[in-house]
């Protein structure tokens, strides 16, 4: 079974610059997460998917911050305009969304941004 | 509030000595989740638990969960060069099943061969 996949694994851009983030997650998964991982910090979750609708961005800084899930199977996170505080690892995670408990969520190699 | 707290930050320990990480809430939890991130990589899971005082192994890793259901710890015994990375407990967010998690800072493990 093929894990969450993410592009690009590393990006380097300018404070102002936009950029964008693309997950795939495991196949038959419906739900999906994206969280930001500052270096020395455990992942914090930014937005949360159920299929191809939101569940939860309380956490998304959404004056620079979106996300979608168009056709509940691929996500992209975008951020326009960067900051210099967004310099982290953005990782994408997946679980089934059908069990009772709290899902075991699957994570991604992650995005590592490094804004100058 | 919602947070968890895990102790200590960081540990330095001889291959083959044990290490424990502790993980702490201030409410009760439905369940608790342990994630392993190698240094360079992404969370891994590791275990779940849900009942009162349970304790579940994994070849060398012994996880348990408190009878109050406020605390876990994750302990090492005879650590290896493997075990190096940082460890995370994470708890469910607010009190029904929506999947979300809140991780806690993680415990960072070097083991000195």
């Known amino acids: 079974e093929a894990g969450v996949a993410q592009s690009p694994r590393y990006k380097i851009i300018e404070k102002r610059q936009s950029v964008a983030f693309w997950c795939n997650p495991i196949?038959?998964?419906?739900?999906l997460y994206w969280y930001q991982q500052i270096l020395g910090q455990g992942p914090k979750l930014l937005i949360q998917?159920?299929?191809?609708?939101?569940?939860?961005d309380s956490q998304l800084p959404k004056d620079r911050f979106s996300a979608e899930r168009l056709k509940g199977v691929d996500s992209t996170l975008k951020i326009q305009p960067a900051k210099l505080e967004d310099s982290a690892v953005y990782l994408c995670?997946?679980?089934?969304?059908?069990?009772?408990?709290?899902?075991?969520?699957?994570f991604g190699p992650g995005t590592r941004l490094t804004v100058l | 509030g919602q947070q968890v707290m895990q102790i200590p930050q960081y540990q330095h320990v001889q291959e083959g000595e044990d290490f424990t990480t502790y993980c702490n809430s201030s409410?009760?939890?439905?369940?608790i989740q342990w994630y392993k991130q190698r240094p360079g990589g992404h969370p891994v899971f590791l275990i779940q638990?849900?009942?009162?005082?349970e304790v579940k192994k994994q070849k060398r890793l012994t996880f348990q969960f408190g009878e109050a259901k406020k605390n876990s710890s994750l302990h090492i015994t005879a650590t290896q060069t493997t075990d190096v990375g940082t460890y995370f407990c994470?708890?469910?967010?607010?009190?029904?099943?929506?999947?979300?998690?809140?991780f806690g800072q993680g415990t960072t493990l070097q083991v000195k061969p």
């Open positions: 638990l849900v009942k009162s005082g």
């Open positions: 994470a708890r469910p967010l607010g009190s029904s099943n929506t999947g979300k998690l809140i």
């Open positions: 998917f159920q299929n191809n609708g939101v569940v939860d």
């Open positions: 196949s038959g998964h419906a739900t």
């Open positions: 995670a997946s679980s089934s969304g059908r069990g009772p408990r709290t899902d075991t969520q699957y």
């Open positions: 409410t009760t939890l439905s369940n």
